[in-house]
């Protein structure tokens, strides 16, 4: 499957990322040093990721952005609709100036430098996710909304850096309390969280 072949190469990038950064911590000193490096690293194994997606919400309004989303661009249509399409799927739905329907993978991105608030912020993307947009993408495809996407061939992918081994070791506590009491989709995730010395994936 293409969303199989996607995650491996995923995997894989963020694998390079980490290990350049525990080679050199001087590599990301930001959120967007993250974020700019993963997409580099997708970009050489030719992944087709793009940043800045809007995920629509079950209600037909513009829903919520996607640090990076790898999709199909061979589905994408981003010029004037045809007759056709316009039977096929309900273009009343927003598109800003794009629609997308099929496999894809949905990447949130954060880089934790300091412990205050530590726990609003390593949980904050993945509520998005768990308790927001996967219900609402669930919703439309239960409405029709999407002809091909499907809870089978989503995936979405949490990456979490931190500067230190602390703040790394009470963040995936608070994580793995979150995801024992809110299992729905959790099989729908994978998280990765790092430091300069320590690697877990949850």
Same mark, same amino acid.
């Given at each position: 499957?293409?969303?199989?072949?996607?995650?491996?190469?995923?995997?894989?990038? *963020?694998?390079?990322?980490?290990?350049?950064?525990? @080679?050199?911590?001087?590599?990301? #000193? !930001?959120?967007? /040093?993250? %974020?700019? &490096?993963?997409?580099?690293?997708?970009?050489?194994?030719?992944?087709?990721?793009?940043?800045? *997606?809007?995920?629509?919400?079950?209600?037909?309004? @513009?829903?919520?952005?996607?640090? #990076? !989303?790898?999709? /199909?661009? %061979?589905? &994408?249509?981003?010029?004037?609709?045809?007759?056709?399409?316009?039977?096929?799927?309900?273009?009343?739905?927003?598109?800003?100036?794009?629609?997308?329907?099929?496999?894809?993978?949905?990447?949130?991105?954060?880089?934790?430098?300091?412990?205050?608030?530590?726990?609003?912020?390593?949980?904050?993307?993945?509520?998005?996710?768990?308790?927001?947009?996967?219900?609402?993408?669930?919703?439309?495809?239960?409405?029709?909304?999407?002809?091909?996407?499907?809870?089978?061939?989503?995936?979405?992918?949490?990456?979490?850096?931190?500067?230190?081994?602390?703040?790394?070791?009470?963040?995936?506590?608070?994580?793995?309390?979150?995801?024992?009491?809110?299992?729905?989709?959790?099989?729908?995730?994978?998280?990765?969280?790092?430091?300069?010395?320590?690697?877990?994936?949850?």
């Amino acid at each position: 499957m293409l969303i199989e072949i996607w995650n491996k190469k995923l995997k894989e990038s *963020i694998n390079d990322l980490i290990r350049g950064y525990q @080679s050199s911590s001087k590599s990301i #000193l !930001t959120e967007g /040093d993250l %974020e700019n &490096l993963l997409f580099f690293y997708c970009k050489t194994k030719k992944l087709p990721v793009h940043s800045q *997606i809007t995920w629509f919400k079950s209600d037909r309004k @513009s829903g919520y952005e996607v640090d #990076l !989303t790898i999709i /199909d661009e %061979e589905k &994408l249509l981003v010029e004037e609709f045809d007759e056709i399409n316009k039977l096929y799927y309900n273009f009343e739905y927003p598109h800003k100036g794009y629609f997308y329907d099929g496999e894809i993978i949905g990447i949130e991105i954060k880089f934790i430098r300091k412990g205050l608030g530590l726990k609003s912020k390593v949980l904050c993307d993945l509520k998005k996710l768990k308790e927001r947009l996967i219900p609402h993408k669930k919703q439309n495809i239960s409405n029709g909304i999407y002809k091909i996407s499907n809870l089978e061939n989503i995936k979405f992918h949490v990456i979490i850096g931190f500067k230190q081994i602390s703040l790394l070791n009470t963040a995936k506590k608070h994580i793995e309390e979150y995801l024992s009491l809110n299992y729905e989709f959790n099989n729908l995730l994978e998280i990765t969280l790092f430091c300069p010395t320590k690697i877990e994936k949850l």
